[in-house]
């Protein structure tokens, strides 16, 4: 592959049963197969399906896609398609769990009580135009923080589990036609089990996530960019990486305040919660961190900057 030839990220989900004791085997043999393809990415396997984001050239991810289709007994999968210059991953990672997309409570998968809850990107964009309605975001505090749709409730929690809690206190009214999302579609197959059985029948979700919504409609009614959980750290309103936000050196959360490292004067990004925290931070790295703290204003010599250093979210 030419350096410069860019790449195809793809991500996709299926709730479909996989047998517990057939995970490892499935796990192994994706690894080995997409190291022979050079498809790079992480895909979470449970007995209640699979949820990846992959990359690699297009017709690599073809035959790996068809491969993961035919083992796990997918049928035809949804796929959110978008483009990097390079791997947003450093290789081909399999994770093995209990949920694919965790919320706490294993075996809440989509069943027929959610038929029907799914709105295309043009019905959801339809929708966003009454004024009675409540759109709620299901991610977490760091995504939230770069961008959403206009108006939308921002919960501000840690981590997905913590959303069952957040809706019981939000006081949200039951009988409010209630619009939820998330990044490309798969919380909110879950989300929509947990506002359905608190109470809130009028809920509908976007189907296929941000991701879709920005295909179809670029520089409308989602504000600022969208986190995805990757070298990328966001993508803009096209798609594309983001030339916004960095990768913070020290937390890994999404970063955007431009700094000159203290102690090597290499050009990069830190986010603010980590800046505000001392000199030592406005530094590029953590090994850079530790030696300006021991020795403040002595310089070293200019670090590498891991260009697919994993992110916190991911390890």
Not at 140 to 156: H, M, R, V
Not at 245 to 265: L, V, Y
Request: with cysteine.
């Amino acid at each position: 592959m030419e350096k410069h030839e860019p790449v195809q990220v793809i991500s996709f989900y299926k709730f479909v049963p996989v047998p517990a004791a057939d995970l490892d085997r499935h796990a192994a043999e994706l690894e080995y197969f997409a190291e022979q393809l050079n498809v790079h990415g992480l895909m979470i396997l449970g007995p209640e399906g699979v949820n990846t984001t992959i990359s690699g050239l297009k017709e690599s991810l073809q035959r790996f896609i068809q491969e993961v289709e035919t083992r796990l007994k997918l049928g035809k999968v949804d796929l959110k398609i978008s483009e990097a210059p390079k791997h947003p991953f450093r290789k081909f990672q399999t994770k093995v769990r209990d949920e694919i997309v965790t919320l706490g409570q294993p075996g809440v998968v989509p069943t027929e009580e959610v038929h029907g809850t799914h709105l295309s990107p043009e019905d959801w964009h339809q929708s966003l135009q009454d004024p009675n309605v409540v759109v709620l975001d299901t991610r977490n505090w760091y995504e939230t923080d770069i961008g959403k749709f206009k108006n939308a409730l921002a919960p501000n929690i840690e981590e997905f589990r913590d959303f069952p809690d957040y809706v019981q206190k939000a006081g949200i009214p039951k009988d409010k036609k209630v619009l939820i999302y998330c990044t490309g579609g798969i919380r909110c197959e879950k989300a929509i089990i947990e506002m359905k059985r608190q109470g809130y029948e009028q809920t509908y979700q976007l189907e296929g996530g941000i991701l879709a919504y920005l295909e179809k409609f670029p520089n409308k009614d989602f504000e600022g960019e969208c986190f995805v959980f990757d070298h990328r750290v966001a993508v803009d309103q096209n798609l594309q990486p983001s030339t916004t936000f960095a990768m913070c050196p020290h937390c890994g959360q999404p970063s955007d305040e431009k700094i000159t490292c203290e102690r090597c004067d290499v050009d990069t990004k830190v986010c603010s919660k980590c800046r505000t925290q001392g000199a030592e931070y406005a530094t590029c790295s953590k090994n850079c961190l530790y030696h300006y703290s021991q020795n403040p204003g002595k310089k070293g010599r200019k670090q590498f900057i891991d260009s697919v250093k994993k992110p916190a979210h991911l390890a």
